[in-house]
């Protein structure tokens, strides 16, 4: 059974950083690509970021709203994803999902706020 | 970036009730378009990718169809289970982009 459990989430101050975590068990992690999804409180989803496989050079991909502020990265030996969250805005609030296109589950999302 | 229009954004019907969610892209996608419900307790899972096929054990009544740039999710007898929030989403082009949403619900 495919399982995605994201971890890390929290309230945080403007400016601040957070990493998540995306622990995964039941596929070949090593070849999957991951996905990160965020849903706003006006429940909006948003693409964040992709990682690709190690066969494909990890190449990652950004929205445009967090390049340059956020981190996709992997450790293929834990089957986790992770993303590293810098300079945070009040507009990154959301709940973050961690995704594998594999699946049709999503995994339970992880709240983020971010507010002073 | 491709932006998703998808309509309407409220859904009235009835038990049983045939229904129809449009998404229209701003250029073609070319079938690279996935269907998602999520339930009120945050849970989301993919009804139907690539346009028209349909996830393992997903039941019959939802069926997806379109081409180029207009695309259609519909539920052919709706059951109470079916009353949740539909999104699309196409996956193209980078920046992955999701439609607004559709809320389905009881009239």
């Known amino acids: 059974e495919v399982q995605l459990v994201e971890t890390g989430g929290g309230l945080v101050q403007p400016g601040k950083s957070l990493k998540l975590t995306c622990a995964t068990s039941?596929?070949?992690?090593?070849?999957?690509?991951m996905h990160w999804v965020r849903q706003s409180p006006e429940k909006q989803l948003e693409w964040v970021a992709q990682?690709?496989?190690?066969?494909?050079?990890?190449?990652?991909y950004y929205a445009e709203s967090v390049k340059g502020r956020f981190t996709i990265s992997r450790d293929d030996s834990k089957s986790s994803v992770y993303l590293q969250m810098n300079s945070l805005k009040e507009e990154d609030t959301a709940i973050y999902y961690c995704?594998?296109?594999?699946?049709?589950?999503w995994g339970q999302g992880v709240m983020v706020t971010v507010s002073s | 970036d491709i932006q998703l229009t998808q309509s309407p954004s409220t859904l009235p019907a009835s038990l049983g009730e045939r229904v129809t969610i449009s998404c229209r892209a701003s250029?073609?996608?070319?079938?690279?378009l996935n269907w998602y419900q999520q339930k009120p307790d945050g849970t989301v899972k993919r009804l139907i990718y690539s346009t028209s096929t349909l996830e393992s054990g997903v039941p019959s009544r939802f069926s997806g169809s379109g081409s180029g740039t207009d695309y259609s999710l519909s539920i052919s007898s709706l059951e109470s289970e079916d009353f949740a929030m539909y999104y699309c989403l196409q996956y193209a082009t980078y920046p992955l982009t999701f439609g607004s949403g559709t809320k389905l619900e009881i009239k």
């Open positions: 250029q073609s996608i070319s079938n690279s």
């Open positions: 995704t594998w296109p594999g699946s049709k589950y």
């Open positions: 039941g596929f070949t992690f090593s070849n999957a690509w």
């Open positions: 990682i690709k496989a190690k066969s494909n050079n990890y190449a990652t």
